[in-house]
């Protein structure tokens, strides 16, 4: 090892000291060298981590370190009880990297006040991306010119087909038996035809049965928005590619929020189009009921760009989108009724909301200058119990007989889901069946003609070392926000207009079945409604409302 500089005296030993314990993952003795307080620093690619216990609980979590020896260390003194420390590692695996510490002595003892991190350059990011391309399949346009989209990189989620690859489903069992794809699937099919390039096939939670971006094979897709925070899932590498500027559309699926919840989470614009608007043909399916193709964009203009050409007059309402639950083929309407109604509000949705980001939705619904009118929707824990009774028998039937026969393939949060899918009886589904008609109708009955607005999540993401119990409360508060969209078979966009705690919040606008595209343009409307106006436009006026609107 080269070594530039002198060490003053004491420092040396407490560096080798933290070395030698970052290498048997010593959490203890590092957290000791690491000065205590709000004020310690640690950063990385992933971003800053402030203070000693966000620090400590990213350790206690992250699994140990890539073994790597020291090639050399340049050490500057500061002051008689400062000194700067860059230490360059070669890893035993191959690649190098670099350490930055600053080291304060403080009662004698020589600990790290601030730390930065730069690892070796990864050929891309596994926790993101399966396959990446450059592009992976470059865009095909029309033949006359380059097409609507050319330039725009597209990130496809590991549940649709992409010619000449495997669908992986998140899982790298399933992924070794899979048959290569002779076709794309429609959804891809219509964004290279407008001249798209897809970049790459991006990772997903396994078999999309999950909302947290958490897979237990390729770790936990990074939040482009929020570092300290879980990205959100199930379309989450997609989401994660997006809003780290590594693609510019992603295309995902929403069943029960996996748009919509990475979206919030990362400050993304996300539509979960009308159940059924687009073809799900080449789509692996976790429960047909629920299952729609949608986008996540960072701009709001490519979003209604992709919305239009994909939800034209081929592509809405034909053979494969199927019914709905109801039995209705979409047809995509162009009405503009959206812009002129109250918007709509459920008390019961804003109370399912942290305190925090209800005051900030409703500061938001101020500043829109429109409206408000109170609506009374379904019981929400019916809504959620509903959606999870069907989509877990429609689980089980898609994928429970691969499960049993591969008991160790799936993480453990997954194969528990499969696990309690497996237990729903015949007599739970059909009755859960009839009672999504009942409540379908009934939401689709409140709704009306007008648009419902609502936090898209509870509240910011989770943070990346939450544990596993904490994820699961998340999860089980946001869908009893998101089965709003999932019971009633509508469309949704998320718009990342709220920020709490340092972290993007979504709002989000359901509206009437297949009026996606208009859907779109009032969040637009709004959206720059909200950022041109004054912050301190008072609170929304709200006019009576009956329970139901015809």
């Known amino acids: 090892m080269r070594l530039t500089g002198t060490w003053p005296a004491g420092l040396e ?32 690619g992933a971003g800053l981590l402030r203070g000693h216990e966000q620090i400590s609980a990213f350790r206690s979590s992250r699994g140990g370190v890539a073994r790597r020896v020291l090639v050399s260390v340049d050490v500057q003194v500061l ?3 400062a000194a700067l420390v860059v230490g360059e590692s070669r890893f035993q695996d191959g690649g190098r990297g670099l350490q930055t510490q600053l080291w304060c002595r403080t009662d004698g003892a020589w600990r790290i006040r601030t730390a930065h991190v730069t690892g070796r350059a990864p050929a891309f990011d596994r926790s993101v991306w399966r396959v990446l391309g450059d592009p992976l399949v470059p865009g ?23 010619r000449g690859q495997v669908v992986g489903a998140g899982n790298p069992t399933w992924q070794a038996e899979a048959s290569v794809e002779d076709e794309h699937a429609p959804a891809v099919a219509v964004l290279l035809d407008a001249g798209a390039d897809v970049t790459g096939i991006a990772r997903t939670d396994e078999f999309a049965y999950a909302l947290a971006g958490r897979n237990a094979h390729s770790g936990t897709t990074p939040n482009g928005a929020a570092p300290q925070r879980i990205g959100g899932g199930s379309t989450s590498g997609a989401a994660s590619a997006v809003a780290l500027g590594q693609a510019d559309l992603a295309l995902g699926t929403d069943t ?32 047909q009921t629920f299952d729609t193709v949608g986008w996540l964009t960072r701009e709001p203009e490519l979003l209604r760009r992709v919305a239009g050409i994909a939800l034209g007059a081929d592509a809405a309402g034909t053979g494969d989108a199927g019914a709905d639950a109801l039995g209705a083929t979409p047809v995509l309407r162009g009405d503009t009724v959206l812009r002129g109604d109250p918007l709509l509000l459920s008390d019961a949705v804003l109370d399912a909301a942290e305190p925090d980001t209800r005051r900030a939705f409703l500061a938001w619904v101020g500043r829109t200058g429109r409206p408000v009118q109170t609506v009374e929707l379904p019981d929400l824990d019916d809504l959620a119990e509903t959606l999870r009774v069907v989509q877990a028998a429609e689980a089980h039937r898609n994928h429970g007989a691969w499960v049993a026969a591969h008991p160790a393939a799936l993480g453990a949060d997954v194969a528990e889901r499969f696990a309690a899918a497996a237990a729903v009886t015949a007599e739970q589904e059909s009755s859960a069946r009839a009672r999504l008609v009942e409540l379908r109708t009934a939401l689709r009955r409140v709704l009306g003609n007008g648009v419902l607005a609502l936090p898209t999540v509870p ?92």
């Not at 010593?26 to 000065?35: C, H, Q, S």
């Not at 097409?147 to 549940?159: F, Q």
């Not at 998320?494 to 996606?516: E, K, R, W, Y």
């Not at 409307?525 to 329970?547: F, G, I």
Request: charged share 15%.
């Open 13 to 44: 030993s407490a560096f080798h000291e933290y070395e030698a314990a970052l290498m048997r993952d010593d959490t203890g003795v590092l957290d000791a060298l690491f000065e205590p307080g709000p004020s310690t620093l640690r950063g990385d």
């Open 79 to 81: 002051g008689p009880d």
């Open 140 to 162: 095909s346009g029309t033949g006359v010119g380059p097409g609507p989209l050319a330039g725009v990189r597209v990130a496809v989620k590991d549940l649709v087909a992409v």
């Open 256 to 287: 029960a929020g996996s748009i919509r919840v990475p979206a919030s989470y990362q400050g993304l614009w996300g539509l979960r189009t009308t159940h059924g608007a687009v073809p799900r043909s080449g789509v692996l399916p976790l429960a």
């Open 459 to 550: 509240g910011p993401a989770p943070s990346r070392t939450a544990d596993t119990a904490a994820v699961l409360v998340t999860r089980r508060a946001t869908l009893r926000m998101t089965s709003v969209a999932g019971i009633g078979g509508l469309p949704a966009v998320t718009i990342p207009a709220l920020d709490l705690q340092d972290a993007p919040v979504g709002v989000c606008l359901v509206g009437p079945a297949s009026t996606d595209l208009a859907l779109v343009d009032l969040a637009i409307d709004l959206a720059r409604a909200t950022a041109v106006a004054p912050a301190s436009t008072p609170a929304p006026a709200s006019t009576s409302a009956p329970a139901t609107r015809s």
